[in-house]
């Protein structure tokens, strides 16, 4: 046992009250969806370099640390982070770039510069951020590459990408408050991470303080949450939470099935003093080529509030029929395509049938035959009469929900 480990387990409720006291607040430093524009296990996701030696700190029990997780108040920081993802998807030999290239090439009006497309290369790898915040309405996030750099900034209702590479810009405006802009966001750090992480706390999670860490020369506490059952592909979600501020430094996500992080999320440099004015200006460079994105609205009724939809409402938009099957970290989305599944073998789908058995694992029960699809996080089961499980649990339990839906 860590030595300030915790049997004092933080219940749903009182998570829930925290979390509803959180929401009151001020928007701390967000990075809108035109910032972020990707799915949300990615952008924030920073693996931040632990120094050796843990710090000698006093004992916390896990409710306490999560009550100084939500009166958090930090809105100017500045420093540098790293993204590792590693969800073990296959290698497709480039595809995946070749086809975005053929999409920007297609002549459909897209931008290197464009957020949402851009910042998809975090979903996989590693790599270096420079990360700059002042309170809600400045932030400013780039992504260091080998010769090049893409800024993503928001300023008051500007948003700006630059792509330093094709010198090419992308702009588009808000008009949110910032508690509007609070709910358009994707998770942007280790604190909004924590709080996603957060969300899945009920009767069926684990929640204690295990011991402590130093990140990024801040002590910090580490708490654990992880699912009770077995099942999940989940093995557990460890945020270290900075001592004297209570903002999360970290987050790493641990799989069930054991070796590297799906997902390490942390600072390996941060400062708390205000960054100069001049670090979120920006102009468009002389020869840039421009894209003006859409605006986006804030409040109730907008994008902002699609946003916040449950992850099974937001996987089933224009999907009929979707329906969850089990709780908590258990929980199997279910949806019908309508269709006769994915299409098998070179006889019934040639080339693309005989390659995405390859990406498969043939399975049969009482539902009858169908493919999952795996990742280190993830997995899909799709059967042969067209119907799809998808969760974070493993194989056996998405065969065990679609049996339980015969």
Do not use: C
């Not at 957020?115 to 400045?138: N, Q």
């Not at 750090?189 to 402590?212: H, R, Y």
């Amino acid at each position: 046992m860590a030595p300030f480990a915790s049997d004092d387990s933080a219940t749903a409720a009182e998570v829930d009250d925290l979390r509803a006291a959180r929401r009151r607040k001020a928007a701390r430093y967000v990075v809108p969806v035109a910032v972020v524009g990707v799915a949300a296990a990615t952008i924030g996701l920073v693996p931040a370099l632990a120094d050796s030696g843990d710090p000698d700190l006093p004992k916390i029990s896990a409710q306490e640390l999560i009550e100084k997780i939500a009166a958090s108040d930090v809105e100017q920081l500045s420093g540098t982070v790293k993204i590792t993802t590693d969800l073990g998807l296959p290698d497709l030999g480039g595809l995946e770039s070749s086809l975005a290239s053929g999409a920007m090439e297609s002549g459909d009006g897209g931008s290197s510069a464009d957020p949402s497309s851009k910042l998809t290369e975090l979903a996989t790898g590693t790599h270096t951020l420079r990360v700059a915040a002042d309170g809600p309405d400045k932030q400013k996030l780039s992504l260091l590459e080998n010769a090049s750099e893409y800024s993503v900034i928001h300023n008051g209702k500007d948003v700006w990408g630059y792509d330093s590479k094709s010198n090419e810009v992308y702009h588009s405006t808000t008009s949110g408050s910032a508690e509007d802009g609070k709910d358009q966001a994707a998770p942007a750090t280790p604190q909004e991470m924590a709080e996603e992480a957060l969300k899945a706390v009920d009767d069926t999670t684990s929640v204690t303080v295990d011991g402590t860490a130093q990140v990024a020369g801040r002590d910090a506490y580490r708490l654990v949450i992880k699912p009770k059952d077995s099942g999940s592909t989940v093995g557990q979600i460890t945020v270290a939470v900075d001592s004297k501020t209570g903002l999360p430094l970290k987050f790493t996500l641990t799989p069930s099935s054991g070796g590297a992080a799906v997902v390490d999320a942390g600072f390996t440099q941060v400062s708390f003093a205000k960054p100069a004015a001049s670090t979120f200006d920006f102009t468009p460079p002389k020869g840039a080529k421009v894209t003006e994105g859409e605006h986006i609205e804030g409040g109730e009724g907008h994008k902002g509030a699609e946003r916040h939809a449950k992850p099974e409402e937001e996987f089933g938009k224009g999907l009929d029929g979707l329906k969850v099957i089990g709780e908590g970290w258990n929980s199997v989305a279910v949806f019908d395509t309508g269709g006769e599944g994915m299409p098998s073998g070179s006889e019934a789908g040639g080339q693309f049938g005989g390659f995405l058995d390859s990406l498969g694992d043939k399975v049969t029960g009482k539902f009858g035959s169908g493919t999952v699809f795996s990742t280190r996080l993830v997995n899909a089961l799709m059967t042969d009469d067209g119907k799809v499980y998808v969760g974070a649990v493993d194989k056996a339990a998405l065969v065990k929900a679609a049996d339980a839906g015969k």
